[in-house]
């Protein structure tokens, strides 16, 4: 079964406007509280938490920053962190995340 999700790791979709849309929509629900409207680490319960959200737009993403990189910290959290696995999200959505926090590291909230 590991073997199986990390097929599903590897076989990234094609990034499309409607998948970075449907992104954006889904971290405004999911990852604003921490992470901020734009990706800067300064959401209302940022804070909070030690360690601090990660600023998208200015911090080293320390699991990478491809595609599949960041499917799996969304899929798997960040341990000693507050960043959860969102086991709750469907792969579907994990990947427009993905591909959307690579848009706020570019500076396109």
């Not at 629900?29 to 300064?42: L, M, P, Q, S």
Request: aromatic share 10%; with cysteine; net charge positive.
């Amino acid at each position: 079964m590991i073997w199986l999700l990390s097929l599903a790791a590897l076989a990234a979709p094609n990034r499309t406007p409607q998948l970075v849309e449907r992104g954006r929509a889904t971290f405004a629900v999911w990852c604003t509280a921490c992470h901020g409207a734009t990706g800067a680490g300064d959401g209302p319960t940022a804070r909070m938490l030690d360690p601090s959200p990660r600023n998208f737009q200015s911090q080293k993403f320390k699991q990478g920053v491809r595609p599949a990189q960041i499917f799996q910290t969304l899929s798997k959290g960040v341990p000693g962190s507050a960043m959860r696995p969102f086991k709750n999200l469907s792969d579907d959505e994990r990947w427009a995340l993905a591909f959307y926090v690579l848009e706020l590291k570019a500076g396109r909230p």
